[in-house]
């Protein structure tokens, strides 16, 4: 449901294009290893709710998140399907991820302590993934730990295996040696868990690829994958350009004062860009906390009536303004386009990205709250419930 905010700034959410993007995934992987769909963070701002009930209607097998709460969200929204917990849950979160299902990641044998004596009372053991770091420098067990901790979720009632994972530093996947390396860790670990038996069990799924590994062509693919940018039509870098990807996203708005400035006039904090000529500036109800960073100030650009028209003056918290003098017809209303297409024009987040010095990641992940999301699509999910949006 459309709420009244939408007519200040939306995005449009193209979930074709994110199963267009999964059927491109699932060519590069072949038949065999199941997706799971990364859907923290909202969906990378593209929302997680419609995301999920769509990804699993085109392909992936389940979802993976960050956080226990994030899990349950989905849960309560009618996500049946598998649901990973990729962070660690603690303690005392563990018993309501149980009930509900969802699954989760043991990143120590110190937690894994504190989750089997929180889960043990239940009716149902915690079905958990053990977590290697192989050269991330973060959550996981070190590669001479990992066998300990497999036998120890073996051993315990409360705990039951459900996978077994690793995370790539190198965010262009295979291209680095780095990557290689970490795969290699994690096989001989594999094979000597597999050696004692510690990986039988129903259902136990190696994962170890994200978007870079599977672009890059990273071998093997395990049981899963673990997709995230790549099925929202970005390239984790540069050089893992992928030309089937199709963007999932835009940001529009529209224009609600125009302001006629003399030669000379200021526009926004710092007065840092002046009318060097009589001008017409069209103001945007979007600013920062919308998601269009700060530093594209001066320096970034809209599309209007299918230009391209530069960002003049500060972006500040709520506003955006825009040079309009040479466009003809922009009135009250006119639509702009933030991020997505407009004509033969179009504004990527890669493009916005490199603009600002960051990674896609951040720019998709800023895009606030005050945005509303809109969902587009021809074809409603079959597998699973109707898209509560
Ligand atoms: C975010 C994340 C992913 C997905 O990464 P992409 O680069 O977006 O594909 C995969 N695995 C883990 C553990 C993650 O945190």
Known sequence: MRSVDSSRAWAEVDLDAMASNLRVVRERIGPGPAILLVAKANAYGHGAIAVAHHALGAGAAGIAVTSCTEALELRRAGVRARLVVLGPVLGEEAPFAVRAGV?????????????????????????????????????????????????????????????????????????????????????????EASAEGLLRGRDVWVHALNSAGILSGLEPHYDAVRVGIAAFGMSPDARLAEQRLRPVLSVRTRVVHLASLRRGDGVGYGGTWTAARPSRVAVLPVGYDDGVNWRLSGKGSVLLAGRRVPIVGRVSMDYTTVDVTDVPGVELGTHATLIGRDGAEEIRIEELAALVGTIPYEVACSIGNRVTRTYVTQRPSLREAPLAV
């Not at 043991?106 to 050269?135: I, Y």
């Not at 979720?153 to 409360?158: K, T």
Request: net charge positive; hydrophobic share 45%.
């Open 103 to 191: 699954e989760f990641a043991l990143p120590s044998l110190e937690l894994a302590q504190a989750v089997a004596q929180a889960t043990e009372p239940l009716a149902r053991p915690a079905r958990v993934h053990v977590k290697v770091d192989t050269g991330l420098g973060r959550l996981g067990v070190p590669p001479d730990r990992a066998l300990d901790l497999l036998r120890f979720v073996r051993a315990s009632p409360g705990l039951e295996l459900a996978g077994v994972l690793t995370h790539l530093a190198a965010p262009d996947g295979g291209l680095s040696r780095s990557a290689k390396r970490q795969l290699a860790r994690f096989d001989r670990i594999l094979s």
